[in-house]
Every structure is written in structure tokens, then in C-alpha cells.
């Protein structure tokens, strides 16, 4: 049994990572904090959570998290690195899902985010929290900096073919649509309900902050530089990620399932459809699921599509699966829920 | 460890009993019968429970269910009361969630469902199926008749002030509305996202079969007669009852709250919300559980608001707590996870 | 062909009159004003308009309407009493769409709206803008107060059995659906796709500031007080108002469909069903239609059941419609648009 | 005044027609059949038009449209080419909704459609109804056959850069998701609000119909030989096709937002963006215009955003817009309305 802080708790990421953290047989979760609502009980904020959690959201500046082995930092970017020194220094691990930790190149996310670095040292040590690519690395990291959702979706989409060094890497794009969670519980007009239902649109198509985190990661996978032209659409519904990705075959001779088969045949949350139906959101909604599938069109253009929930496995269900890593559980330990259909 | 048995595991009460049953630490699914799938994997059928089963569905006209301890029949009305009695031989338990051995008055039965009841003396022996009512009566039964959807609802949130006697049992109603998969997994014209999105009607005005079911129950609770105006409505949702009641207050001095709260303080799936903030159907979706709330404005009216999901707490969640009862597990087991938000 | 103004442009009832007016044969819309959105075009707030509109958004501090014939005011309340006297002694006509002229009482205005009412001699010479009611009236109106939504549906769902004396006026029940459109343009957390999406709730049971215009109207229909039980429910959709409306009543042997044909027969907007078919608000979205039908279940409480367009015939549909019989135009002129369907 | 005959007018193609011609000046409706729906008022099945339409369904086989001056068929495919040959030889112009006639390969037709094409010469006749493209052949033809949705969206948005000859016509891909109205007004399970709803996925990714379409009309754009890779996804919302293009451009040096501004600077219903916003299905649905915009990203990969309402500019309204050219109407002739917003 662990004990837990969640800083940031309030946002989709945050009460996401609670209501699984409430089911998870090793934690408890000790500490939630919030400026906002410092003082508010947990269910008074998130009634769904009635019965479960008997906590109130504290104050950050209170707080400094002695009694908790793992800090959660579900907070907007440039928040985590002011504050993640000092418990790296205690010894604590921290499981960051901003973007504080997740670019090596600190010019390039300084451009990105508009302010400063505090904690680059930080940046080089942490552990970039995606198991199927770092499984061995989070085991033994003390700071592990989480996918963003898109990332998570193109980089498992892409991830097996790259490795096998059968695309090319400057032909890579991505189409990916996200529910409105993605942008956070945040009040903004274009989120409406009545602004958001009942229409598709693309947006960041002349730029994405999750841009540089995708080239970053997809190039190890490479091993050589990459192009990926990468196109995010706000879809009308609540959760989820897919992702439809493109690249051009190096040798169409192959047996791309068998490669999908080869790379993800251990990993405890990787589906593979096969051709017997295409991966959709609603499938993998509320889990910590990666449905894939690849087909080949005629032609040298491989076609590859993922679905994810951007909160669970693009956010607080991988950020646990990484917890699972680091203290050693079982690492499907509270992710087993199957999604709730119809 | 119990072997359970579903008969009908391809309509959405159905899956919803595979997706609980096979999270119940105290289960293992055993048997899943379907006419129209014999044969096809449940996993193929349902791409969401893909790793949580290795079944397929098999000819119910081969299966027997020697080796289920209970049988649960997810069925279409005047399907079950063909097949149970043989069962009820052989002494299995059986929990129905259809409609066959709810109504106690088999002539207003046959009227609603308009065919022969060929298994009148079941009807006298099973126990109606909601623990917030009977539940001595469902720990010792062999066979259960799970409430429908609306008729829970209705029956929770009238049952207090009902059985304290302070409105007027002829004046009651219920507008209530559920979200389309309360209307199956059929494949219908009016239940295309395409006609039901966007856009709120009453249906059944003029008369619906889940009527002579609540006037049965409310009528055991009031002790006399009630009469009850019920309307019900499709709302552009996948799940969840919402109901709005009224009634006409008898003593307008009296604590409504308090009343409530003493019929339901040990319940474990009847969530109060005494005003904080109102019931609504996305704070249950996917759990069993039930948010009510009283309130009286000025006047003789008391208005009660209940929310529940329509296939949990109005199908097959409440069907797994009365299996609870009657094999002596912990009344929650299985059932405690929370909704997910957003 | 006459001039329009709009105050207060950028909400949805504005949008919504804005679309409207530009469709409609004697209308130029010349002067739009919104204090947030100063010198934005028209067409740039909102593309749906692109090619329809060559305005921008003008500052209300400098438009004085001179060149206007009417103007009307799309406003949160207590703004239009502030302007409209000037505007009333300049001789134009003035439609306000905001509470700020319906109710006769000022003192329970003051009380529901938290502000002293500037401009109450306005009150006693505004015509309440519900055509059915008061088509001569607003005729020769110069100030026109349009009803709100709730109060749309509900004083033409109960008007017919009032105005006969067949249903007991203290008696009545208005169960209540809105989309979320309802609550206006403005960001808040609770109006997200992913907050109210796939949910019901109801909201304001213990008071709404709609119910003493609709017990003000309704007392006029039936000659006496009445007493009204009010529950709005916010539905997951965009448009619509759905009401189901109960009452006693005080002679069962009526022709309940003969009394509504009598009383709507030449109405262009009202459709009654009369039993073919219930009333959908998707049959009206977009429309400035009524749809209408009453069922007398078994018993003597009537259900009558209506659909509006809360933001056509709710608010900027009926106050074209007012503005038509102000100037002498054809009733519909403008306003038959079918819905679009699906 | 024309008078206008409807074929197949049930589907959601159908009564689309039927709302756009009820609002056209210059047409009258005077004959609609249906197999299915034969003696049914039309106001019965689709109440939205109710004091709109005063016909009933009539049986095709006793119709023979004599009185009628154009005859559109919104029929499924392979129903038309039976059909349309006597019309042609009585002298009447047809419009056709339905592939029979678009694709110039019957061989090609035959493959994908499963059957042997009866009619190939009116295959040479007929002219490709896609005004952009082939205005000045429609203004004369006597048949006209009209683009598929996803085919209007992907041929709209690459023709100024193939025309220009500035892209790779061998690099092509379309990412496109559309409206489940798409699919038609037919009872599938797939297409359930329950199951379609809150849900993202791809489908036909290994082929589709519309592919050789595209194809065919691209090639001639370009020149020459195309090769395009395309994926259909299935939306959560009812009207509307999104499309994502890609392409290789072969001089990056070109203002390619000057190349869409010339290609379409005249064109009524091309509304581009021009980066102020981006193409959004919600600004288009119900009308007859196409949204695009054209981005060119770092790197070589161009990127073309379109939106338009699959049953608007994708079927109905494009339908009556060559219905325009052909009898020498102003080409926007009752397709002038603005969308519904929100």
C-alpha cells in the first residue's frame, strides 16, 4: 500500500486519476491539491466520486506531501517544474502528466510554451513515461514525464513500423481527432455543448504543441531525423483519440500485421484488431486501451489507425501504469476495467 | 466462486451483465446463449470485452445450464417463462430481467403483452427484485423479477413518503425520460443517431406496459390504491432514467429530507443529494447507484427527482445485487466502481 | 422595406435574429451594437454568416438608431430599461426580447432580477409579444415585450384548457426540458459538451425566475390565480424546448383535441398532432412552429406535451413574428422555413 | 415555374430535396414516389414539413412523370439505370442522385457495384454534375449525374493545386469523416444513437466506392494519373463531411492561397477561409457551400481542411444547383440560406 498526492487536481486529467486511483488495490490516496477550490470536499466538486474519496482539496501552498510516496502532477504546463525540485530532493517520485518534463531540447519547448525553464537539469533525468518504448527505463526512474494523449496514439501507431525501419521516416503524417476533455475543464465558448456538438473541425493545422514531442520520440524510434505533418481535429463527443496515420512503404512486400504482432504481443494494453473490425473509440473509452490496426491500401501507402481515451491511456491511465512500474506491481494493477458499452 | 449462465447475452442488458459479472470477484460466466449468434465469439460480437472472456454464444436449444448455479435471462418479454420453469426444477436460481414474472395480475399481464402466460404459478413464487423494497424476501428466493428501468426510478423515489403516508396516493406522476438503449439493441428507424440526437418527444402517452408495474409496487407501498399519470420520454442520450415525480403533499409541516433519509440511510447504492446540488444522470452512469432528492416549493406539491442508470441499477446491476442477496456475498460486491467523469 | 437595429447582437437570441431578419423580404438590418465585440465584423464572430452581412459590430455608446424604424433588444436584463425610454420618446418601436418589460408586478421583478426596475411606467404600456394571446394588441404596440422560452411552451400548451374553464387553474404541473443554447452564449464549466453531453438533470426546482410570467399569463387565460409547479430540465441538446403539462380535470367528458382545434385553428404557427404522431423538437428546430398535442390517459389529469424552438419561437422567431403585425406584414412573413431534417 | 418529379424520395437525400424544392421560386413539387411509402402523406413520415407539401407517396410502377420537366432519383444504386432511359427518350431532364451514371469505366462500375450496368450509353451522355468543375456542360445536358458526397469534398479541395499542376497527383490522401446521415435513412445497428454516438472510427479503409469517383474526376483535374489513398471515418453527429488532403507539393515556393482565390473567386458556394478560421462542419450544414482552406506547413506536405453537409453540397443542394444551370435559373436559386447557428 502506497500513499498518493495529486497535485492539479481538478482538471479532466485530475479527477480521472482519482476515480482510478480510488479502485487501485495498492493506493491510497492521501493528498489532493488545488487553488481554486482549496477547502472543497473532493465529492461536493466531482459528485460521482460520493462514497469513494472523504478528502477536501488543500491548498498547494500547505501542503508539501512528507506522508506520500508518489506525487501526481495533473497541472497546465510551467507548473510542475516550479515545484518538482524540492520533492526530487525529499526523494520522492513524481509522475509529471504536463509537458514540463517531455522535451529534451529545452529551446525548443521554451518556444513552444513562452516562458523560461527553472528545472532543465530535471528535464535530462527525467524518464519519458510511454512503457511500451521505456518499459526498463520508469521501473527505475524517480521523475517520469508522461505522454501527452496525441503523442501516446501517433507514437504507438507508428512505433513498430519505424522500428523495423520499413517507412520512410519524412513521409509520416498524422490525422488525428480528439474529443473536447482534450482541452480541458476549462470554460471556453468553442467548447460548449452547443458550440461543439454536431460538427468536425481541424485546428493547429499551421502548428501543435504536441508537434516537437511526436518528432522527438518517433525519431529514436527511427533512429534518423523524421517529417511528420500532423493535423488535430476537435470531434463532437466527450473522450477519445484516434488517430489515422500515413507513411510511405520502403518495401511493400511485407507482413505488416505480423510486424504489429511481433512488437506488441506481451504488452498488457495493446489491442490489435486485425482486419476483423477497426479500432473506435468507444471501445477503449473509460480504459487504459490502445486499439490498433494497419492495412495496406494498393499502392506504397501504408495506412495505420489507433484509438485511445485521451484521459485514460493519453493521460491518468498511463501515468498509473507507470506508478505500477516504478513500485513494483503488476502493471496492469487497477486498469482492467473494460469499457462500458453501448 | 459461482458459475453463472445468461440466456439473451446480446442485447444490451446482456452485455452490461457480462461487463459486471466478469469484474465480480465471487463469478465466472460460464454459459452465454443467443439464437441469432450461436456460435460467434462474445468478444467478436463485442470488441470492448476483448481479454475479459473466451466464450462464444451458443444454441440456446443446446445448453441446459447443469453446471450454472443461477441463470440470469436477458430476454425479450414471454421468452423466459418458457424456458425457467424446467429450470426451477432442477432448482437452479434464476434472476429475469424481462418482464414475465413481474405483474402479479396475470389478466393485466396478457392484456399488456398479448400472449397466453404459460407459467402462472411462477409468477406467484417469485420475489419482485428491488432490495430497497424485499430484501428478506429476494436472500431466500429461487427466482427473481428484476424491476424494469422507469418502474425503479419511479418506485425509489415515491417509496418514503409513500410509506410514511404524506401525499396522496391518487395523485401521483412521473415524467420521466430515458436515454435510447432502454430501447434495446434493435436496429429501428426512430433510435438512429441520425432521428434521436438532438431532439426530445414523449412516447407512450397514452399508455405504456412499465405502468401496471409501478401501480402494482406503489400501491404495496401506499396500502391502498394509487393512481399514478406517467409519462415517459426519449431523451438524445445512451443512457440513464431521469424522473421527475410530483405528488400532493398530505402535511406540508413535515421534513421531506428527513423522511428520506431515514428510509434510505443504509442503502448502499441510494445516494441523497438533500439539495447540494440535483440528480443527474451522468453522476451514475455506469453504477448501480440511485441520486434522489425532495423538494417542496410553495404549495401542496412535493417534487421528487431521481436519476439511475437504465441498464445498471434498471437492469442488470440491480439483477447482480439481488444475486448478492441471495448467495450471501457482500450486498455491493462487484458493484462499486463509480461513474466516469467527464 | 424598414431599417433594424439590434441591441446586444453577439448572444444567441441575437445570432438567431440576425439570421432571420436577413432572410425576411422587408427588412434591412442596418445597426448592430455588442459592447465586447466593437468593431468586429459581423461575419467574422460568426462564418455562418459570410456573404449574408457586410456589418460590424458597433459600440452601443455611439448608436443612437435614428435611422432605424425598430429595434430590439437581445440583452440580458435590466440593460433594455435603461435604453429603451430614450428610444420609446424618439417615436421608434422597440421589441425587447429580455424580461425587462413582462412582468406587471415590479415589485416581484425587483425581487427575482435583484435590481430596482428604472423604468416601470414602460412596464404598464409594454404589450406582452405573445401573438395568440395578443395579436391586435401588438398590432398597434410601440413596445413589445416577448415572452421566454419556458413561457412560450407553457402558456400555448395550457391556454386552450384555460380559456374553456375545463382544467382546475390551481392544478398545474410544467415538467420541462431545454437544450443548453437555453442558458445563453457565455462560457461556463457546467454548459461544456463535456459537462452536458449524455446527461439529465433538472435545475432550479426550488424557484426560476420564468414562473411568475408564466402564472401572470396564465391567470389572464383563466380569469382567476392560478398555481403553477415549474421543474426545467437541462437536456444534451442544443435547440429545443419540450414541455409536459399536467392538470386536473373539472369535466372528463370534454373533446379535449376539439377544444385545441378551436382554439388554434387559424394560428400559422401552432401544429397540433392530434394523436398521429407526438410532438419532437426536432420537427421545429430552426422553425418558429409550435407543435402541440393533448391525451387524456384513464383518469382526470390531462397530459398535453409541446415543442418549440426555444430560440425562434422562443425569442428572436415570435418577436419577427411581433414585428410583422406591428408594421402591417404578412403574419409568417420570414419565417417558414421548414426544419431541416435529419 | 417547372414542375419537378422525385424517385426514391424517403431516403434522407429524398426529403432533403423535397425541403430545398419547397423553398424554390420557380419549382413546384408535383409527383414523389416510394415503394415502400406508397399512399402515405409525405407530412406523415417527415412531419417537419407539415403545410409545406399537400402529395402522397405514389408507387412507382403506375408514375410515369409525363407532367414533370425534371426528374431527380434519390434512389441506392442500380435502380436509376433501369428506369432512366425511357424518361431520356421521352425528352425529360433527370438528375441523378445515385452513382449509376458517374463513373465513365463500367467495368469498373460493374466490380464495385456487384452488377451488370443496363444503361452504358446514358453512361457517355451523362454529364458530372459538379458546377466548379463542368458548369457549362450541366447548363446543357439532359442527364446529370451527381457527385457522391465524399467525392465532392476531396475533388473541391484538390482541383485548384491539380489544375495548377503545383502538387504530386501520385501523393494524394484524403482523411474524411462523415455524419452518420451518410449512411442513409436505414435501420442498421451500427448506426444506433447508442452505438454511433461519442464514438470515432474508420471504416472501409481497405476500399471504398467512392474511390475510382475520385479518381476518375482528379485524373482529369490533373492531366493524368492519380493515385490517392483514402479513409472514410464514421463521425458522432448527424449532417456533414469533414476532409483532411495531403499532398506532395512540387514548388513550395507558390502563394497557394492566391491559386485557391483565383480558381474560385466567382464561385457562390466556395467560401474560403483564408486562415481567419477553419473549415467547420457546423458553418455549412444546411446550405449549399463548401468551406476550404489551404495550409502550407514547414516542409513539403500541403495541407487542404474542407467542409461542406453531405446531404447539401454533397447530394440534394448540388442536385438543385445543376437543376439551375440546366433550366437557366440564377444559379444559387433557392440555396441561399445561411446555416443554423448554434
Redesign the interface.
Known amino acids: 500500500m502506497i500513499k498518493v498526492g495529486i497535485v492539479g487536481a481538478t482538471g479532466?486529467a485530475g479527477?480521472?486519476l482519482i476515480?482510478l486511483l480510488?479502485?487501485h488495490p495498492e493506493v491510497e490516496v492521501t493528498r489532493l491539491t488545488s487553488r481554486a477550490e482549496a477547502g472543497v470536499r473532493v465529492d461536493?466538486l466531482?459528485?460521482?466520486?460520493?462514497?469513494?474519496i472523504d478528502l477536501s482539496f488543500e491548498d498547494p501552498a500547505n501542503v508539501h506531501f512528507e506522508d506520500c510516496d508518489v506525487i501526481f502532477f495533473a497541472t497546465p504546463h510551467a507548473v510542475a517544474m516550479n515545484t518538482v525540485p524540492a520533492l526530487i530532493e525529499q526523494g520522492k517520485k513524481v509522475i509529471d502528466l504536463s509537458a514540463d518534463f517531455r522535451l529534451e531540447d529545452i529551446a525548443s519547448w521554451e518556444t513552444w510554451y513562452g516562458v523560461a525553464h527553472v528545472a532543465p537539469s530535471l528535464v535530462e533525468q527525467a524518464v519519458y513515461g510511454l512503457p511500451e518504448l521505456n518499459r526498463e527505463a520508469i521501473r527505475s526512474a524517480q521523475l517520469v514525464a508522461c505522454p501527452g494523449c496525441y503523442p501516446t496514439a501517433v507514437q504507438l501507431g507508428f512505433m513498430p513500423l519505424l522500428q523495423a525501419g520499413v517507412i520512410d521516416p519524412l513521409s509520416l503524417?498524422a490525422?488525428c481527432?480528439s474529443?473536447?476533455?482534450g482541452a480541458g475543464?476549462?470554460?471556453?465558448?468553442n467548447?460548449?455543448?452547443?458550440?461543439?456538438?454536431?460538427?468536425?473541425?481541424?485546428?493547429g493545422?499551421?502548428?501543435h504543441r504536441h508537434l516537437p514531442e511526436m518528432e522527438q520520440g518517433l525519431s529514436k524510434m527511427a533512429g534518423s531525423d523524421v517529417?511528420l505533418?500532423f493535423?488535430p481535429?476537435l470531434?463532437?463527443?466527450?473522450?477519445?483519440i484516434?488517430a489515422?496515420l500515413?507513411a510511405k512503404l520502403t518495401d511493400a512486400s511485407l507482413d505488416l500485421r505480423g510486424i504489429f504482432q511481433t512488437c506488441y504481443q506481451h504488452e498488457p494494453f495493446v489491442?490489435l484488431?486485425n482486419?476483423?473490425?477497426?479500432?473506435?473509440?468507444?471501445?477503449?473509452?473509460?480504459t487504459n486501451r490502445c486499439?490498433i490496426?494497419v492495412?495496406q491500401?494498393a499502392?506504397d501507402?501504408v495506412?495505420i489507425?489507433v484509438?485511445i481515451d485521451n484521459l485514460v491511456k493519453g493521460a491518468s491511465g498511463q501515468a498509473i501504469q507507470a506508478m505500477n512500474l516504478m513500485f513494483g506491481f503488476e502493471e496492469s494493477l487497477g486498469l482492467q476495467?473494460?469499457?462500458?458499452?453501448?
Open positions: 479532466y479527477v480521472e476515480r480510488l479502485a461536493r466531482f459528485p460521482s466520486l460520493r462514497g469513494g503524417i490525422s481527432a474529443g473536447t476533455s475543464r476549462s470554460a471556453k465558448i467548447l460548449l455543448l452547443a458550440e461543439a456538438t454536431e460538427s468536425m473541425k481541424s485546428y493545422v499551421s502548428g517529417k505533418t493535423v481535429h470531434a463532437p463527443m466527450v473522450r477519445g484516434h489515422t500515413f489491442v484488431t482486419g476483423q473490425y477497426e479500432p473506435e473509440t468507444r471501445h477503449v473509452a473509460g486499439e490496426d492495412t491500401p499502392g501507402t495506412v489507425t484509438a476495467n473494460l469499457a462500458v458499452m453501448p
